[in-house]
């Protein structure tokens, strides 16, 4: 690796910030608090998917800067999805219908290598202590009789995960990636748009976004079962309970009723 010279600030995360360091590469910077095995564990995730037939921001390696761990990745310049259909809404439902065959592109692969994503899931449900113990007994039951596999999950794709580039969409931000079932990635990515709460100040455009939100989750909903003629959409909700009891680890505000009601009436159906 040439020399690196750390440039301007570019983003800044919960975990980390990110420089420029050139037209190329950026250096993902960690905070001196972000545990190194963790580090550690995102730098083997990241070979294991660039080494797959997917468009994703190459890893180049790592770098110490200011006594701070960072890894240093391909540049990805381009607006997110979710900056495309605010500007456009319009477009919703194609944006919708990219967004589900894109994911449909990362179900087509099988890796070894990363977390089971079904026993990562059982894992963060067990360990909630304010989750009501009878719910908790029952999406435990539930997820178990659900079937595992070694297919690639994003397990937080969502329309800010997409960048639009001159070379066409890229899918960013693959720390949490797990080898498992679709359908649980599937679920979680469900879980994002009904729930998530929307990244814009004021209620106007919080407003605005939450309604294409929901058309954006229907379009992409239809057109994921669309691709997959064998999957059934209670096949996906069975998912999504366990999906959204692991969401409330979190602890995001605003989100923990509507789980909940979610949870509880599937469970009562």
Request: charged letters at 25%; hydrophobic letters at 40%.
């Amino acid at each position: 690796m040439k020399k690196i010279t750390v440039g301007k600030l570019i983003a800044e995360g919960r975990t980390s910030e990110v420089y420029a360091i050139d037209d190329d590469w950026v250096l993902k910077l960690f905070y001196g608090w972000y545990p190194a095995d963790w580090i550690s564990h995102e730098v083997a995730v990241a070979e294991i998917v660039a080494s797959l037939p997917l468009q994703t921001p190459r890893i180049i390696g790592t770098h110490v800067c200011k006594g701070r761990q960072g890894i240093v990745y391909e540049r990805v310049n381009g607006p997110n999805m979710l900056k495309r259909f605010t500007q456009k809404p319009w477009l919703v439902s194609r944006f919708a219908r990219l967004f589900a065959e894109l994911q449909t592109e990362i179900h087509k692969q099988e890796v070894s290598g990363l977390p089971s994503h079904r026993e990562s899931l059982m894992g963060v449900i067990e360990q909630l202590d304010d989750f009501p113990r009878e719910l908790k007994s029952r999406v435990l039951d539930l997820i178990s009789a659900l079937p595992d596999g070694n297919t690639l999950c994003h397990d937080d794709f969502h329309p800010d995960q997409v960048v639009f580039t001159d070379k066409g969409p890229v899918i960013i931000d693959w720390m949490t990636a797990k080898q498992g079932h679709p359908l649980g990635d599937v679920a979680r990515t469900c879980i994002i748009l009904k729930f998530g709460q929307s990244p814009y100040a004021g209620w106007v455009m919080r407003m605005l976004t939450n309604i294409w939100r929901e058309f954006f989750y229907q379009a992409y909903l239809s057109r994921y079962l669309a691709l997959h003629p064998g999957v059934t959409r209670k096949a996906i909700y069975d998912w999504m309970v366990p999906a959204a009891a692991g969401r409330l680890n979190e602890k995001i505000p605003g989100e923990r009723k509507p789980l909940l009601r979610f949870i509880r009436s599937h469970l009562k159906g």
